[in-house]
């Protein structure tokens, strides 16, 4: 493949990370607002924090910011311990908000590790 191409692809790739991460404060937000219904409906937000952390495993992964899929998979796996029990303790509820903002750090540093480019946020 050619300089260009490759150059070319390399600016699509990084235009596609900074779009992402625009986003991550929007991201980060709804999991903040499920984690704020669990009083309410604990069996059903509990699943839906589960899939929004697994969603964000994954695409944190496929846009190479490995560490936002890290704390990401780490909410999943906190989620899918306590969504059998149908409700969430104080003590879960704690742990929910520790991996909502270990993400929100990770998509902040990925933010830092793309530039002054990428509007802050989260």
């Not at 069996?43 to 190479?64: D, K, M, N, P, T």
């Not at 890290?70 to 909410?75: K, L, P, V």
Request: charged share 30%; proline share 6%.
């Amino acid at each position: 493949m050619p300089a260009d191409s490759d150059d070319l692809l390399a600016q699509q790739l990084r235009q596609l990370r900074r779009e992402y991460l625009r986003d991550s404060s929007q991201r980060v937000d709804e999991l903040r607002q499920m984690k704020a219904r669990l009083a309410a409906d604990p069996g059903a937000v509990i699943a839906e924090l589960r899939q929004a952390f697994h969603r964000l495993a994954g695409s944190g992964g496929s846009y190479g910011f490995p560490d936002v899929s890290a704390r990401s998979r780490e909410g999943e796996r906190l989620t899918m311990q306590i969504e059998p029990l149908g409700t969430a303790t104080p003590a879960d509820v704690d742990a929910i908000d520790r991996c909502i903002r270990a993400v929100a750090d990770a998509f902040a540093a990925a933010r830092e590790s793309l530039g002054p480019d990428t509007p802050r946020g989260s």
